[in-house]
């Protein structure tokens, strides 16, 4: 934790220390899971920058949903703030893509993925339906579709810094050191 420096530590009742902030993708219980048409895209773990790649694998009017399962936050009771970076890169003739981050089905706002890499940051109430034993065993999920018609092949979607704070205060983006290890993608997975 002494890597963290701009994060409040967290002391649970178990001993356990959490930084207030931390990359979802190192949250041991957190698992990613692909929901979307069989083949259609594969899902690549960055771990060098946080986060995740999307590749669109064949024309589909399916949505991909990279979800990050199982979080089980501490104090679930708490607030807690998903931050994130986003952009895509959409092939000649593709169409503009839509993303709709569901904190376990109580969040369906979307909003247009950009080219150029964008931070998004939203503050969540975890759902009471996924809170026991003070802590809150919810997912989130990236729903992505084309604004109208079909994704195509070969359009990339890049997430990045995926943060979970255990507030609502927003704070500087930092790798856990223990991600980087190895570096380069550490997971790929199709769906």
Same mark, same amino acid.
């Given at each position: 934790?002494?890597?963290? *420096?701009?994060? $409040?530590?967290? !002391?649970? +009742?178990? &001993? #356990?220390?959490?930084? /207030?902030?931390?990359?979802?993708?190192?949250?041991?219980?957190?698992?990613?899971?692909?929901?979307?048409?069989?083949?259609?895209?594969?899902?690549?773990?960055?771990?060098?920058?946080?986060?995740?790649?999307?590749?669109?694998?064949?024309?589909?009017?399916?949505?991909?949903? *990279?979800?990050? $399962?199982?979080? !089980?936050? +501490?104090? &679930? #009771?708490?607030?807690? /703030?998903?931050?994130?970076?986003?952009?895509?890169?959409?092939?000649?003739?593709?169409?503009?893509?839509?993303?709709?981050?569901?904190?376990?089905?109580?969040?369906?706002?979307?909003?247009?993925?950009?080219?150029?890499?964008?931070?998004?940051?939203?503050?969540?109430?975890?759902?009471?339906?996924?809170?026991?034993?003070?802590?809150?065993?919810?997912?989130?999920?990236?729903?992505?579709?084309?604004?109208?018609?079909?994704?195509?092949?070969?359009?990339?979607?890049?997430?990045?810094?995926?943060?979970?704070?255990?507030?609502?205060?927003?704070?500087?983006?930092?790798?856990?050191?223990?991600?980087?290890?190895?570096?380069?993608?550490?997971?790929?997975?199709?769906?």
């Amino acid at each position: 934790m002494s890597n963290y *420096p701009e994060l $409040q530590i967290v !002391n649970t +009742p178990d &001993g #356990l220390e959490y930084a /207030r902030g931390y990359n979802i993708l190192s949250v041991s219980k957190a698992v990613i899971q692909e929901i979307g048409r069989s083949g259609a895209c594969s899902v690549s773990r960055v771990v060098s920058g946080g986060g995740i790649d999307i590749t669109v694998n064949s024309d589909t009017s399916g949505i991909a949903v *990279p979800r990050f $399962q199982s979080l !089980n936050l +501490p104090y &679930g #009771l708490t607030d807690y /703030r998903l931050t994130f970076d986003m952009w895509a890169e959409i092939p000649d003739g593709g169409n503009s893509l839509i993303c709709n981050v569901d904190i376990c089905d109580a969040n369906s706002k979307g909003f247009a993925i950009p080219t150029t890499r964008t931070e998004f940051s939203n503050v969540h109430h975890p759902r009471n339906s996924y809170i026991f034993d003070n802590t809150y065993h919810g997912f989130v999920d990236f729903e992505i579709r084309a604004s109208s018609g079909a994704m195509k092949a070969g359009t990339v979607i890049h997430i990045r810094n995926i943060m979970v704070s255990l507030s609502s205060d927003k704070f500087v983006y930092r790798s856990n050191p223990a991600d980087l290890v190895g570096g380069g993608v550490a997971y790929e997975h199709n769906c």
